[in-house]
């Protein structure tokens, strides 16, 4: 058998003080070290946000009361402040009336392409959105029937490049130079990270932060990230760049689609590791274990259905209960054949 590297899991399993608990015990001790790292990351956040908002405000304030003394003949307050309501109000459109047309529309077919993109990998930039009641509507049939489309069609994509990108390189290596699969598995995990980290965050930064005039570095490895993770919070979104507007965009696309792909077939190897298995295992049952519990819940109720035709007293269960959950079980066995459980194991 191949020599691999022991589970993190099974470690905690024979060395843990927690080894003692049932696995409902510890999943309520990991929902509650998930609530605690929610409550440390707002905390982080709010220490580091707040003065930093308080900074903003307090120079928006000032630019607002500098700009009332220079104009308070012509300019009341109450106008200034429904032109920046509406203003606020328009969000990324605001960009195009203020240029007095000469700026990119936005609804024109290369962004609107954009947004389709965004909308059904989920990103949302935020930064366009439908004004018509008709666009609204349509908006939520689209991205009800889009999004199952986009994760059927990426489920699919990664079943054909997780073979090819994941599991022959690292059966290759464990045959050719005789390596311990569990080491060759991280080893091939580590380096699909870095590769994705370099070609799709550090290099298309380099390219964000040439094109854009006031983007710093950072910003763009923090845009390159939020993209590729779906999170699109909406501060730094693909427009007003140097070059055509009608050439990046197409190129954008590719770039976000291809990105999210490589991301997904990172986290997928990361998670195939044995390592990892075994973690999950140590919180909830395996998968194989589930099954087993569902075939012999499936057997007992079989069996007290088929007792039931000999007692009045008890309710009679239709044998079709058994086909029924056999088939799904089968569906959702089948559904991952061709993974194997973890890159680790023996």
């Known amino acids: 058998p191949t020599q691999t590297l022991q589970g993190v899991g099974e470690r905690l399993q024979e060395h843990s003080p927690l080894r003692g608990l049932r696995r409902p015990g510890r999943f309520g001790l990991l929902l509650a070290a998930y609530g605690l790292?929610?409550?440390?990351?707002?905390?982080?956040?709010?220490?580091?946000?707040a003065p930093a908002e308080r900074a903003?405000?307090?120079?928006?304030q000032a630019a607002r009361?500098?700009?009332l003394a220079e104009h308070r003949p012509c300019l009341a307050e109450e106008q200034l402040a429904g032109l920046l309501g509406r203003l606020l109000a328009a969000g990324g459109y605001a960009d195009f009336a203020l240029s007095n047309g000469s700026a990119d529309p936005a609804w024109e077919f290369t962004s609107a392409l954009f947004f389709v993109t965004s909308a059904l990998t989920t990103t949302g930039y935020?930064?366009?959105?439908?004004?018509?009641?008709?666009?609204?509507?349509?908006s939520i049939f689209y991205c009800f029937v889009g999004i199952p489309v986009t994760i059927f069609f990426i489920q699919g994509l990664l079943?054909?490049?997780l073979p090819i990108l994941t599991y022959r390189p690292v059966q290759y290596i464990h045959s050719r130079w005789g390596l311990p699969q569990g080491h060759v598995a991280i080893g091939h995990s580590i380096g699909l990270g870095l590769a994705t980290l370099i070609l799709f965050i550090l290099i298309p930064a380099v390219c964000?932060?040439?094109?854009?005039?006031?983007?710093t570095f950072l910003e763009s490895i923090y845009f390159c990230f939020i993209s590729l993770s779906t999170i699109g919070l909406g501060d730094f979104t693909p427009r007003n760049f140097k070059v055509t507007f009608i050439f990046l965009f197409p190129l954008f696309i590719g770039y976000l689609l291809t990105g999210l792909l490589a991301m997904l077939v990172?986290?997928?190897?990361?998670?195939q590791l044995q390592e990892i298995h075994a973690l999950v295992r140590f919180f909830a049952?395996?998968?194989?274990?589930?099954?087993e519990e569902d075939r012999v819940g499936i057997v007992t109720r079989d069996q007290l259905g088929m007792s039931s035709i000999d007692d009045p007293h008890l309710c009679v269960l239709s044998p079709a209960s058994f086909s029924l959950s056999e088939a799904f079980r089968n569906f959702f066995s089948c559904s991952r054949q061709d993974f194997p459980e973890g890159l680790c194991s023996r």
């Open 285 to 291: 049952p395996s998968r194989r274990q589930r099954l």
């Open 208 to 215: 964000f932060w040439v094109l854009k005039d006031n983007w």
């Open 266 to 271: 990172t986290l997928e190897t990361i998670y």
């Open 159 to 161: 079943r054909y490049l």
């Open 56 to 60: 903003l405000v307090t120079g928006l």
């Open 65 to 67: 009361a500098s700009l």
């Open 37 to 49: 790292f929610l409550l440390l990351g707002a905390a982080v956040f709010a220490v580091l946000e």
């Open 126 to 138: 935020g930064n366009m959105v439908p004004l018509s009641d008709w666009g609204k509507i349509i």
